[in-house]
């Protein structure tokens, strides 16, 4: 057996000479290519894409802008809270039912403690929405005429004799010196006044919004209607249909029906004869009588 030597193993043909020689030119140009060659790809953007690119960041912006203004709490009276306002809040169906049931009672919550004592929340839901309840003017008032009460000096005892003041001439300051009523409320009262001309009764303040029963009792015992208001009255029997609607107590739909009542049946002669008419508020036949020209 012949043995080979190391030597052997190195001798190559001519061709494979050439093979190895071009395998190693092959290697050397790949590693200075890499070496010398960026392959970094560049990618250009058009202008119509970096437009579109801007115009989408100030949308995200905008969008992100929004959902904050969205979810930003905003004050209320709990007393008014919905169905749907008492799931947002974190009421359960049937606090909201408490709620609800205690309103149908002419009722109403003037603390975070009544309204948790009416619907049975959770303490911790009372803290966290508690902060965003908001009561109206004369809730205030009578907490702070309470505090005061507190200090009261038996100097002041006496009881002070009462003025009584016509409530056609009242201003706003006199009407703020009523136990609840504040600033709101006073210019409700006189804009109620200046829509109809005047007040023929005082018991018109039922038709001012936001005044509890305590509070108009409080008003018949210092303003009376002492003179009556001048005014123009409406004349039922020649008043157009826009002039009758634009009356406090007719709407367009009685107005329509008195028309129609006029030209069925003549004149109007009194006031029994509007309340045949279809949907007239006989509960304010007098007063409204008071308006009218026969």
Same mark, same amino acid.
């Given at each position: 057996?012949?043995?080979?030597?190391? !030597? %052997?193993?190195? !001798?190559?043909?001519?061709?494979?000479?050439?093979?190895?020689?071009?395998?190693?030119?092959?290697?050397? #140009?790949?590693?200075?290519?890499?070496?010398?060659?960026? +392959?970094?790809?560049?990618?250009?953007?058009?202008?119509?894409?970096?437009?579109?690119?801007?115009?989408?960041?100030? $949308?995200?912006?905008?969008?992100?802008?929004?959902?904050?203004?969205?979810?930003?709490?905003?004050?209320?009276?709990?007393?008014?809270?919905?169905?749907?306002?008492?799931?947002?809040?974190?009421?359960?169906?049937?606090?909201?039912?408490?709620?609800?049931?205690?309103?149908?009672?002419?009722?109403?919550?003037?603390?975070?403690?009544?309204?948790?004592?009416?619907?049975?929340?959770?303490?911790?839901?009372?803290?966290?929405? #508690?902060?965003?309840?908001? +009561?109206?003017?004369?809730?205030?008032?009578? !907490?702070?005429?309470?505090?005061?009460?507190?200090?009261?000096?038996?100097?002041?005892?006496?009881?002070?004799?009462?003025?009584?003041?016509?409530?056609?001439?009242?201003?706003?300051?006199?009407?703020?010196?009523?136990?609840?009523?504040?600033?709101?409320?006073?210019?409700?009262?006189?804009?109620?006044?200046?829509? $109809?001309?005047?007040?023929?009764?005082?018991?018109? $303040?039922? %038709?001012?919004?936001?005044?509890?029963?305590?509070?108009?009792?409080?008003?018949?015992?210092?303003?009376?209607?002492?003179?009556?208001?001048? +005014?123009?009255?409406? %004349?039922?029997?020649?008043? #157009?249909?826009?002039?009758?609607?634009? +009356?406090?107590?007719?709407?367009?739909?009685?107005?329509?029906?008195?028309?129609?009542?006029?030209? $069925?049946?003549?004149?109007? !002669?009194?006031?029994?004869?509007?309340?045949?008419?279809?949907?007239?508020?006989?509960?304010?036949?007098?007063?409204?009588?008071?308006?009218?020209?026969?």
């Amino acid at each position: 057996m012949i043995s080979k030597t190391s !030597k %052997d193993y190195f !001798k190559f043909s001519r061709q494979q000479r050439v093979g190895i020689l071009f395998l190693f030119a092959i290697i050397i #140009s790949l590693q200075m290519a890499c070496f010398f060659v960026d +392959f970094n790809v560049v990618f250009k953007q058009e202008p119509q894409q970096q437009q579109w690119l801007s115009l989408q960041t100030k $949308m995200d912006s905008l969008k992100s802008a929004t959902q904050n203004a969205i979810s930003k709490p905003y004050v209320f009276n709990p007393n008014f809270i919905t169905d749907y306002k008492g799931y947002k809040l974190g009421m359960s169906v049937a606090q909201i039912d408490r709620l609800l049931a205690f309103r149908k009672q002419n009722k109403y919550v003037n603390s975070p403690e009544e309204f948790q004592a009416v619907t049975q929340i959770s303490d911790s839901l009372l803290w966290a929405i #508690s902060p965003y309840f908001e +009561f109206p003017d004369w809730v205030s008032q009578k !907490k702070e005429f309470k505090e005061y009460k507190k200090y009261d000096n038996t100097a002041f005892t006496k009881k002070e004799k009462i003025v009584i003041l016509d409530i056609n001439q009242a201003t706003q300051a006199d009407l703020i010196k009523i136990y609840g009523i504040g600033e709101a409320i006073s210019e409700r009262i006189l804009k109620q006044k200046e829509t $109809m001309g005047g007040f023929v009764s005082m018991e018109q $303040m039922k %038709d001012v919004w936001g005044l509890s029963p305590e509070v108009i009792q409080n008003l018949e015992t210092h303003f009376k209607v002492i003179q009556p208001p001048f +005014f123009n009255k409406i %004349d039922i029997n020649n008043a #157009s249909m826009k002039e009758l609607s634009q +009356f406090y107590y007719f709407k367009y739909p009685l107005a329509k029906q008195i028309v129609i009542y006029r030209s $069925m049946n003549g004149e109007i !002669k009194n006031i029994e004869d509007l309340i045949k008419i279809k949907g007239f508020p006989v509960d304010k036949a007098k007063i409204i009588g008071l308006y009218l020209k026969f």
